[in-house]
């Protein structure tokens, strides 16, 4: 414990000059749909589709922003979504549901829960004095790639929150019951802190609907024993009897677990793509197999790792760099002295990332669930990095993988050019992997699941 205080203390002034606020692109522009936008309660848009703005909805009852919204049709339904933006996927999945649910007769609010429910019970900003908070301490390990601390920090919040079942439980409660009128559907998107959602959920009689984004889905039933309460959904991405035993601790009723789909973005489902639009806006040539290396939205070393490694390959190819907001990185790529056969397009941070999986032919990607089912619902074989140690829930994306045979998994970074060229040149065996890639594919199925999932909740 006393280690994690003085490691946090330590690290303030380097995190607050480490991460920039500022979006960085380089050779490409940053897109933003004015579709995946976050509403408040007046209906009025909040929030881009992306990771570092989406602070979501800071809720300020002393305005009585809640009390005053404008009058709405009476069949129009209300739904909290509860989101974090620790790490980027819950920040994704949030925007994917507003994204599929605004235009239906549903008002829509999206608050960060750790921020603006239980910001008080915050133990790291009580360390710090309010300048760094859990999701900002999480969210600068996993950049750095500290992961081992990770690990710790994540087993042991988990032990913090559940010793502070009751208070965090009466702030959930007095949140969502202060709501006029009150919610017809809670939705979270987020881990650790559900049992006491549930908990409020039950005491003022709303459905409360998870939606998981990992296939391991542990951290979402921290605190979880035992379900007697109708209204409470779960939801998991695929029927894989892995993903479901890791929730047999709960005992979830069988009736009350959705297969859903994984929640990917709209954009990810769209089959009529202009690839040569695509080509054009990021000025990438037709003419040479692509490798797309992505990292997450906030970047990492790593990008910087596989792309000089890729300058070893012997033959033609056209690296992607998708660098997020790291600047960092972009500065060390720009040292990398590229052999002639081999051209590089660096990324800034951009929600086109669909559009560039759609013209490459591997993937070089983290161990993220994200970043595994969007190339799975892209079609695109992959390469997953391992050769660090890895956050222990993500082991079981390593292994369905594996077991799926969607691609490589490597351990050594010395392996890499061999692995791609059999993925690149080995015809049946790539085409055996672009097989196995179509089969789960159907079953990403999240874009047509989920409204009629959110419907039957609220009609039952």
Sequence with gaps: M?????????????FFNSINPKVFNVQAPIYHSPFFKNRNINNNFLVPLNTRDIYTHKVNFKDSVLLNRKKVNKDTKNILIFTSTGGGGHTAVANALNGYLANSNYNITVVNFFEDVMGSLDDVKTFTFGKLSSEDFYNFCLKYRFIRLVNIFTRFGGWVLNSKYDAIEKEAYNFINRFTPKPDLIISVIPMVNNVILSAAKKIDIPFLVVTNDLDTINYINGISQINYKKFYYTLPFKDQ???QKIYPANIPKGQVIFSGFPLRPDFFNKKRDKDTVYKNFNIPKNKNK?????????????????????????????????GRDQNTAKLIDEIELPKHITLSKIGFTDKIADLMSIS???ITKSGPGSICEAIASNLPMIIDKTNEIIRWENL?????????????????????????????NAQYRRNIKNNINRLNSKITFANNIKTIVDKIITT
């Design 397 to 425: 994306n390593i292994e369905f993988v594996k077991k799926y045979r969607l691609g490589s998994v490597l351990c050594d970074i010395k392996d890499l050019n061999k692995k791609l060229d059999k993925l690149l040149n």
């Design 361 to 363: 032919q591997v993937i």
């Design 291 to 323: 490798i797309m290396i992505l990292m997450g939205g906030s970047g990492s070393y790593a990008t910087y790792k596989y792309t000089k490694a890729l300058c070893e390959y012997k033959k033609p190819i056209h690296i992607i760099a998708c660098l």
């Design 2 to 14: 006393k280690k994690i205080i003085l490691l946090i203390s330590l690290l303030q002034v380097n």
């Design 242 to 244: 892995d993903i479901i």
